[in-house]
């Protein structure tokens, strides 16, 4: 009996060890590397999910160190949320850091060298000047679907790389000082007023391609919009008038927006008609009622 018993523990025992280790397992992630998603699937979400549950916090410095795919990210400080590592918390991969639906409350310390930065759907409240002040890589942040309320100034202003940057579905009501390069700015479904955004917020950001504020408390159109733009969203607002110099130049009647292709201004107490001179420099009418 006995010689049974330990050829029994024995047989059970030797597929353990022999077990491949975790980066040599096929990978349980897919990633959307497209510039306008890079997200993770929901089942991803889940398993990921389920896989932090089963560690818990008692998981050895070993394992977080396997999950780090880059040696450049091996002192990043735990998160104030968890105590765990950010990149055993969050998904670290080839510069981008995703933390999405973990319901963290506040940024976690990101891998130097972070250049996208995926942190959707979770309950961040309030972004600091210090949570990217040594992060200079940057070009991509998606803080979309959290409840963001204040942003500090310089938070991304000294973000000199940033270029796509979505705090939609927030509850902001102003926006904050912009960084120089930036090509897209998504602030859609927040509370954001027109005395919330400077009267320059836009003008020097000469490669701003599309402006998405829809679905805010706007009262008017933004002053000095770039000759850049090229998509302009602000249907669902409260803007009840637009001038002849919102979008043209009253004193240059040759003046055209070459750039511009869609303005959507749905949903305003406004009657687009009674402002025609308001789009004569436009190549195509915006979307809204004009009756």
């Known amino acids: 009996m006995e010689t049974l018993q330990a050829t029994f523990f024995l047989f059970v025992f030797v597929?353990?060890?022999?077990?491949?280790?975790?980066l040599q397992q096929e990978s349980l992630y897919e990633y959307d590397t497209d510039v306008?998603?890079?997200?993770l699937t929901q089942q991803d979400y889940e398993m990921q999910s389920k896989d932090i549950r089963k560690?818990?916090?008692?998981?050895?410095?070993?394992?977080?160190?396997?999950?780090?795919?880059?040696?450049?990210?091996?002192?990043?400080?735990?998160?104030?949320?968890?105590?765990?590592?950010?990149?055993l918390l969050c998904v670290c991969l080839s510069g981008s850091v995703y933390c999405e639906e973990i319901d963290i409350e506040a940024v976690p310390p990101l891998p130097k060298e972070t250049a996208y930065l995926y942190a959707r759907f979770n309950k961040i409240k309030r972004i600091a000047a210090s949570d990217f002040a040594d992060i200079t890589t940057l070009r991509r942040i998606d803080f979309s679907g959290?409840?963001?309320?204040?942003?500090?100034?310089?938070?991304?202003?000294?973000?000199?790389?940033?270029?796509?940057?979505?705090?939609?579905?927030?509850?902001?009501?102003?926006?904050?000082?912009?960084?120089?390069?930036?090509t897209s700015l998504n602030a859609n479904q927040n509370r954001i007023k027109s005395r919330?955004?400077?009267a320059n917020a836009f003008k020097k950001l000469?490669?701003?391609?599309?402006?998405?504020?829809?679905?805010?408390?706007?009262?008017?159109?933004?002053?000095n919009l770039p000759e850049?733009?090229?998509?302009l969203h602000l249907q669902y607002n409260n803007i009840t008038s637009i001038t002849d110099d919102t979008f043209c130049k009253s004193n240059n009647t040759r003046y055209i927006r070459?750039?511009?292709?869609?303005?959507?201004?749905?949903?305003?107490?406004?009657?687009?008609?009674?402002h025609v001179n308001a789009f004569s420099c436009l190549r195509m009418l915006p979307v809204g009622t004009y009756y």
């Open 15 to 22: 597929p353990l060890v022999n077990a491949a280790p975790p």
């Open 36 to 39: 306008s998603m890079g997200s």
């Open 55 to 87: 560690a818990g916090t008692n998981v050895s410095l070993d394992t977080s160190l396997m999950l780090q795919s880059d040696d450049s990210q091996l002192d990043v400080p735990p998160t104030k949320d968890t105590n765990l590592p950010t990149c």
């Open 146 to 182: 959290n409840r963001i309320e204040e942003i500090e100034d310089g938070a991304f202003s000294k973000l000199l790389l940033l270029e796509e940057l979505s705090l939609a579905e927030n509850r902001l009501v102003k926006l904050p000082v912009l960084p120089p390069k930036l």
């Open 196 to 198: 919330g955004i400077k």
């Open 206 to 223: 000469t490669n701003l391609a599309y402006l998405y504020l829809g679905h805010n408390a706007l009262e008017s159109v933004p002053l």
């Open 228 to 231: 850049s733009l090229r998509i």
């Open 258 to 274: 070459t750039r511009m292709d869609e303005i959507r201004m749905e949903g305003n107490p406004i009657v687009l008609a009674k």
